[in-house]
């Protein structure tokens, strides 16, 4: 598994800088992932809104007042350009090989 979320902060529009709890930082543009998609996301195409995001500590990722949360999971990746399916692979390997 990939580190979770610790801190996040708004860096204006639809960007935000994401803190990791293995320390690695990066920013992520989330135009793509709310603007027009409608449902669940409508609220978040209003920057007002979008900007009220904060972590969610008992699950490590982040999440908004209507409770739209991303995978902690595909957040990392994003950042970091690491697959999910080889870190997956790394992990459950580990897993099998403990006594």
Same mark, same amino acid.
């Given at each position: ?12 529009e639809y960007r935000l800088? @994401? ?24 609220? @978040? ?15 490590g990722t982040i999440v908004?007042?209507n409770e739209v949360d ?30």
């Amino acid at each position: 598994m990939f580190p979770r979320v610790k801190q996040v902060r708004h860096l204006g529009e639809y960007r935000l800088e @994401l803190t990791f709890t293995d320390g690695t930082k990066g920013e992520l543009d989330f135009r793509e992932r709310v603007a027009g998609r409608g449902g669940v996301f409508a609220p @978040l195409q209003d920057v007002g809104f979008f900007q009220q995001v904060r972590v969610d500590p008992e699950v490590g990722t982040i999440v908004w007042p209507n409770e739209v949360d991303f995978c902690p999971d595909v957040l990392y990746s994003l950042v970091t350009g690491k697959p999910i399916l080889a870190e997956r692979k790394r992990w459950l390997s580990q897993v099998e090989s403990e006594p």
